[in-house]
């Protein structure tokens, strides 16, 4: 069963404190992207990547940053959590012919 | 003008009925179009997937793509309780550069018994 699986379900940080959410696929998909998920505003996207080292900003990059060393995986940075960072984070693989997506992290910050 | 538009419900239907989903959008470089079905406190499944106009059918589930009107729909037919959840619309133009998708904000559904 292919799978995107994201390292935490749930994570609560103390602002200011640097946050690293982990996503790792088995797809041998290229592209891979990290979303936040609000109440009333849907999936936005943050950062994503199509090749391993590559990166590009989606719609909301600030506060954030990303690193993609493997194919494999993709990681969120938050540099100094801060309160409005607090967000369903989602992580995906995939292209044109659709996402799969993992669970997702909850992240409470403090 | 957000360039994907869907309405956010709560829709509540009973048990057995059909539900219909919608979503419009304003990006006529849209060809590739998809539902996506999330429950509480999970990520968003793919649920159907169709390429520029017409309509696909996948057992209860009937998705249908009008691009003159920009205007895209989700249909299930004999709703059970387990349907329940958030249905997520999002599409992409045909472009092989990342293929990002454009989501809507998603409709909250409750099938009741």
């Known amino acids: 069963d292919v799978k995107v699986t994201q390292s935490s379900r749930y994570l609560v940080k103390r602002t200011g404190e640097k946050v690293f959410l982990e996503c790792v696929q088995d797809m041998d998909h290229e592209n891979m992207f990290w979303y936040r998920q609000d109440p009333g505003l849907g999936l936005r996207l943050i950062y994503f990547?199509?090749?391993?080292?590559?990166?590009e900003k989606g719609d909301i990059p600030e506060g954030y940053s990303v690193s993609r060393e493997k194919k494999e995986r993709f990681s969120l940075i938050l540099e100094s959590a801060s309160t409005n960072q607090t967000s369903m984070y989602l992580c995906a693989s995939g292209g044109t012919l659709g996402y799969t997506f993992g669970s997702g992290t909850r992240l409470t910050v403090v | 003008q957000k360039e994907v538009e869907q309405d956010p419900g709560p829709l509540s239907v009973p048990e057995g009925a059909i539900v219909s989903l919608n979503c419009t959008y304003s990006?006529?470089?849209?060809?590739?179009f998809m539902w996506y079905r999330q429950y509480s406190r999970k990520g968003p499944e793919l649920l159907m997937y169709?390429?520029?106009?017409g309509n696909k059918e996948d057992g209860r589930f009937t998705a249908q793509v009008d691009k003159s009107s920009k205007y895209i729909s989700l249909f299930i037919r004999d709703s059970q309780p387990s349907d329940s959840a958030t249905y997520l619309c999002a599409m992409s133009p045909n472009t092989g550069t990342a293929s990002k998708l454009t989501f809507g904000t998603g409709t909250r559904l409750q099938v009741t018994l």
């Open positions: 169709t390429y520029s106009s």
């Open positions: 990006n006529s470089a849209f060809q590739y």
């Open positions: 990547s199509y090749d391993v080292k590559m990166k």
